[in-house]
């Protein structure tokens, strides 16, 4: 019901209802908290869904990678680069290997903080062909073709382009 609610954009009731749970002997799993933390990211309520997060691990429930995808995504959409890289460490740390929905989220989120492109070395990316087309996607994004360009045929190797903006789109693949 709770997922329901949140899909239908009754986000409060969704809370409501989880508040409900306690007393009637039901306990909040990662799942749970995941749809109500991304939901309420979607919404802009940063603060309510890092509050959830926290309640989270103090009740024992573990996030898990889409959790903490959920609240990337929702750091880097509100302009909370810094709050977004402590978490990206935390989860590091806490042993969750990032996805490639992590990359996708870490470094679109950075290019549209207007972080340069060797500012990526924080998120240590592993250089595979679905990485670096997230990441020439979004120099072309930001009209850094020439720079794109150098990514795509860099070290002598050719990528091709799964999805980029226009200007890749015309040519398929750098050549």
Known sequence: MINGFCKSKMLDKALILFEEMPRKYLVPNTVTYTILIDSLCKSK?????????????????????????????????????????????????????????????????????????????VIDCP?????????????????LFEEALTHAVGNGTQWLLTKCCDFCNCYSCFV
């Open 45 to 121: 309520r940063i603060s309510c869904a890092l509050e959830l997060f926290d309640k989270m691990h103090d009740r024992g429930q573990t996030a898990n990678i889409v959790t903490y995808n959920s609240l990337l995504n929702g750091m880097f959409k509100n302009k909370r680069l810094d709050k977004a890289l402590m978490l990206f460490s935390q989860m590091k740390k806490s042993g969750i290997d990032p996805n490639i929905h992590t990359y996708r989220v870490l470094i679109d989120g950075l290019y549209n903080a207007k972080e340069s492109f060797q500012d990526f070395s």
């Open 127 to 143: 250089p595979n062909v679905r990485a670096y087309n997230i990441k020439i996607d979004g120099l072309c994004k930001k009209g």
